[in-house]
């Protein structure tokens, strides 16, 4: 088991870093070139930067029993493809029960504002999302024990 995160845009950084040292878990951060991160933890791995390049190669390292750490809807519903665990950075799992929805909801926001419509913003993250991260985080990580 890794912990595999889409690092471009993952806030939580110390919280995943914190549930990996913890349960002696390896953990790598896909970005692209544009970005800059550094860790004394984790091993930071960049792409070239492109349309979806983080997306592609984190789904391609992704393997049954890692963790994806990813807002992406269909980076997640990629990784559940491969027996992996998937969860926000906001620490809300994705499993087999709720990607459909969250897919088809993504798909009608996108036609939404396709057609020139508005759609709520996300919300500014907060400390609960961190708390909710980590302790998601372990649950899943003890999912393999």
Known sequence: MRIIVDADACPGKHMIEKAAKENNIDVIMYCDITHVITSDYSVVKYVDKGFQSVDVAL?????????????????????????????????????????????????????????????????????????????NLTKLIKQKD
């Open 59 to 135: 789904t391609n390292a992704a393997k049954k029993n890692d963790i994806i750490i990813t807002q992406d809807y269909g980076v997640a519903a990629m990784a559940l493809g491969k027996k992996a665990y998937a969860i926000s950075p906001k620490g809300y799992i994705y499993d087999d029960n709720n990607i459909d929805k969250l897919l088809f909801e993504r798909h009608i926001s996108a036609k939404v504002r396709r057609g020139g419509g508005k759609t709520s913003s996300p919300k500014k993250r907060t400390k609960e999302d961190d708390e909710r991260l980590y302790q």
